[in-house]
């Protein structure tokens, strides 16, 4: 059991936190509540934290696990280069992003589940960890070793075509002595 | 899926029952019921949607802690030795229940906290004489004189916020945080955190959320201790819910005899002023949930007692063995541990880590006077169990069990087929063992008289230990003259690449006198063999391996039994060990 990268759990609890401000935000707006516009801000802040969350970082030791069909969101959060890359900035990103959740009951929880969530990629940041796209390996060929020659240019050296049609006709006369044995009686 | 159904089925669809009566009963009661007319007026049909999840709830509460009470499941298992076997199967599938009891609890928590979000908003508005007039007048009821409440949310101000005093330094800004505004809007979130069912329901659900994200199999894998530690939320989660209907916000009508809605729902001008329409009053539920979980409660914190006391029972080396292939042999004593075939144990090894125990089958037989486990090399714990073990280790070891169905149906039958695939094998190490001690001391309780043992593997790497066992038992067989008593084949399905000595008398790829086949078995030939060989008898068929296996020699167990009394008849046991 190696050790955790904080950041495995931080992004479970941003992304569960994303779908929970999400639901928060629907109800917020489908029951018409008082404050709605802060639950309307709630889903798309819910949108967005589930799209930048949902592509799982490459881990530093030992197999990523991926989400299914999260390449093209691992693309996506890759084109933003550091700023996704960088813990800290998720943690302040996350950080700012919950508060506006907290003035409303409906997104009350999950803001708080999002100021966790950058709790948690704070501590993440400070020991270093990083995101890293899980992208498909890419088979790369061994060069070939010096030793290895080349194969041959030419084919073997053959007799001329008449000559060859003779011998298919002539089976004996065809045959020749080998230089050495080939059977393994000795 | 429908695999699993049929193996999980009957549980699942009791428990499943349980679950839609619960739900439906408590929605209808809350939806129909005359005591809560007027709390319906208020809340609609939320109501009823949010108590039926707490039912539901309530009922899954009670049952999560009790798949992990592995000590009291052992126990209970023992004393169901004449109930049905899948009774005893269904103890051993404890962990995918208690996650199957946590899903449902996570959606009855959503469902559950929807429906209140609903209810608040609506009380709110009620409060405020958004509403018609009854729900005014409801709202108003307060809990002086000769009136008693039925909207929780007291005490609002249906003004705007109060104009900013001079001495007030931050200009009103106190007002921004929810718990000190007075804006009508915040009032939802004040009575979240201000209630005790509002804030240990806040608590209880971060709780629950908290324990879910760290469950997730990435993190439970790579870092036991983050979810260990973080699972013990759940203390946290109990205890709130029980306190968490405490308030008794939940109220009802209780003078619908001498108030009826009916006829008074018009008229809430006239409330107390004719006879026909006192005053309604109202009562709140009372507190359920206790009911339901202090049991379980009790019983897990038992367990945990139990675990304890058997953790600081000592446990001695009596052997340490390193097998080829860095396969640990550990052969321990403990005092009053009694065992039987085919059962496993947990293992805790302090110096490596507090938290984490592991489980692993015993492959020694109960009539021995110590246990021992083979532990292979397959992650960070095991290998650095094997590291510790060779420099010989200095502290003990904990152990708790054993766990498991005991495999006791294979000395029923006289002649016995005994399939092993891959690390499936390790059962029946222990149960070759336990066959032959019996039959030397001649057990009354042992039927069998023929054991025909097919191991399959994809090369016997790491297993080279059993392969010396079948060696041991074959020559023991042979000096009291009963090389029938076992026949036995391996199987080795990995292997494309043959060199077969024919001429000599022992296989050259695992010194087995029997010799090695290569590739997979056919089962109709080995069937034949059998049926050929053991006229009118009943033949046994077991199983450790991979489910598509067990469909194959069901098949032939079937194709291959007749009716007729004098020919053989196979029985397939689909116990899982």
Redesign the interface.
């Known amino acids: 059991m190696g050790r955790i990268e904080w950041a495995m759990w931080a992004n479970e609890q941003a992304l569960a936190a994303g779908l929970i401000l999400l639901a928060g935000g629907i109800v917020g707006v489908a029951g018409q509540f008082r404050g709605w516009e802060f639950a309307s801000y709630a889903i798309a802040a819910g949108v967005f934290v589930c799209l930048l969350e949902y592509p799982r970082s490459k881990r530093a030791k030992g197999t990523s696990v991926e989400r299914t069909g999260q390449y093209c969101f691992t693309v996506c959060v890759k084109a933003f280069g550091p700023v996704t890359r960088n813990y800290y900035v998720r943690a302040f990103l996350h950080a700012a992003l919950c508060v506006p959740g907290g003035f409303m009951l409906a997104t009350v929880l999950g803001c708080v589940c999002l100021g966790i969530a950058s709790l948690i990629y704070l501590a993440a940041a400070v020991r270093g960890e990083h995101w890293e796209p899980i992208l498909p390996r890419k088979d790369t060929r061994k060069p070939v070793a010096e030793s290895i020659k080349s194969p041959p240019q030419n084919p073997p050296p053959r007799p001329p075509p008449e000559i060859r049609r003779k011998q298919a006709k002539d089976v004996e006369g065809a045959a020749y002595d080998n230089p050495m044995s080939v059977t393994d009686d000795e | 899926m429908a695999n699993w159904i049929i193996n999980n089925g009957f549980p699942a669809l009791v428990w499943m029952t349980i679950n839609t009566f619960l739900f439906v009963w408590y929605y209808l009661q809350y939806d129909r019921d005359d005591d809560f007319y007027y709390t319906r007026h208020l809340l609609g049909s939320a109501l009823a949607w949010a108590r039926a999840p707490a039912a539901v709830l309530n009922f899954n509460c009670m049952l999560i802690l009790l798949p992990v009470c592995r000590n009291l499941l052992s126990l209970i298992r023992g004393s169901f030795v004449c109930c049905s076997r899948t009774m005893r199967k269904q103890l051993d599938k404890n962990l995918s229940f208690h996650k199957l009891v946590a899903y449902m609890i996570a959606l009855m928590t ?1 469902v559950h ?2 429906a209140h ?2 209810n ?2 609506w009380l ?2 009620s409060k405020l004489g958004v509403y018609g007039k009854l729900s005014t007048a409801l709202s108003n009821l307060e809990d002086e004189g000769n009136e008693t409440f039925l909207n929780p949310l007291q005490h609002i101000e249906a003004v705007s916020p109060p104009a900013e005093s001079k001495e007030e330094p931050f200009k009103g800004r106190a007002s921004m945080c ?1 718990l000190y505004s007075q804006d ?3 009032k ?2 004040k009575f ?1 955190f201000t209630s005790i069912a509002g804030l240990t329901g ?1 608590v209880i ?2 709780s629950l ?2 324990i ?3 469950s ?1 199999e ?2 439970r ?6 979810f260990w530690y973080i699972h013990h939320l759940f203390i946290v989660f109990f205890v709130g819910l029980v306190f968490h209907g405490y308030g008794r916000i939940v109220r009802s009508q209780f003078n619908t005899d001498d108030h009826n809605a009916t006829f008074c729902k018009d008229r809430p001008d006239d409330w107390g002023k004719i006879p026909e329409c006192p005053i309604p009053q109202f009562k709140g539920g009372e507190p359920m949930t206790w009911k339901w979980v202090i049991g379980p409660m009790i019983i897990y914190v038992c367990e945990r007692v139990l675990r304890f006391i058997r953790y600081m029972q000592a446990v001695q080396y009596r052997k340490i063995v390193i097998h080829p292939s860095k396969v640990l042999e550990l052969q321990l004593r403990k005092k009053g541990f009694k065992m039987e075939v085919g059962q496993y144990v947990f293992l805790n090894c302090p110096s490596i ?1 507090q938290l ?1 125990w592991h489980p692993f089958t015993m492959t020694s037989a109960p009539e021995e006077d110590f246990f021992s486990v083979h532990i292979r090399s397959a ?3 095991t290998d650095q169990l094997i590291d510790t073990m060779q420099k010989l280790p200095e502290g003990a070891m904990g152990v708790d069990g054993p766990f498991g169905t005991a495999s006791e149906d294979v000395f029923d039958y006289e002649v016995s087929m005994l399939v092993g695939a891959g690390i499936g094998v390790t059962p029946f190490a222990s149960i070759m063992k336990s066959i032959w001690y019996k039959f030397k001391e001649c057990d009354p309780k042992l039927r069998t008289r023929k054991i025909y043992f097919y191991w399959l593997c994809r090369e016997t790497n790491a297993f080279e230990w059993f392969a010396d066992l079948l060696q041991v038992l074959e020559k023991e067989m042979e000096e009291r003259n009963l090389g029938d008593f076992l026949t036995y084949k391996l199987f080795l399905t990995g292997w494309d690449q043959v060199i077969v000595h024919f001429d000599e008398d022992t296989d050259v790829v695992t010194g087995l006198k029997q010799k090695t086949h290569y590739g997979r078995p056919n089962w109709d030939k080995e069937f034949d063999q059998v049926r050929k060989e053991n006229p009118a008898s009943v033949v046994g068929t077991f199983l450790c391996g991979p489910a598509a296996l067990a469909k194959v020699l069901q098949k032939k167990c079937a194709k291959y039994s007749d009716v007729d009394p004098r020919k053989t008849k196979f029985y397939f046991n689909k116990e899982n060990f």
């Open positions: 959503a906290t929807v979000l609903l608040l908003e709110n508005n929810p009508p809007q915040q939802p979130i979240a806040v659900t971060l959320i908290l879910i994200t760290s997730m990435v993190i894998r790579s870092y036991f201790e983050v880590s984490e992650g960070d714990w």
